[in-house]
């Protein structure tokens, strides 16, 4: 049995306040600007998207993370970023 491999806990995102959103990666404090999409598609459906947060600095560290698994469906700005559901017609 084979353990003790490092395991990366960046999914969890505490950011108090939902008006700040901060960096996914762990002990990151710094603001967002990326939002990583991403899809596994052992435990969610196609059509599914889970999202992390990224700073300048952790987009690419994040993207590598969810690439070389396959997870990773998109790269946008945050301010670009659109919630499905809110728009006026999510065409
Ligand atoms: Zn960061």
């Not at 700040?20 to 599914?48: D, Q, Y």
């Not at 947060?53 to 070389?68: D, I, N, P, Q, T």
Request: with cysteine; glycine share 8%.
């Amino acid at each position: 049995m084979a353990q003790g491999r490092e395991h990366a806990r960046v999914g969890h995102v505490m950011a108090p306040d939902p008006d700040a959103p901060m960096c996914s990666a762990k002990g990151c404090r710094a603001a967002a600007v990326w939002v990583l999409a991403w899809n596994n598609p052992k435990l969610h459906t196609p059509e599914r998207r889970k999202t992390w947060l990224a700073c300048e600095e952790h987009r690419e560290y994040l993207s590598k993370f969810l690439g070389v698994r396959g997870f990773l469906k998109d790269v946008v700005k945050l301010e670009d970023w659109e919630t499905p559901g809110t728009g006026p017609s999510a065409g």
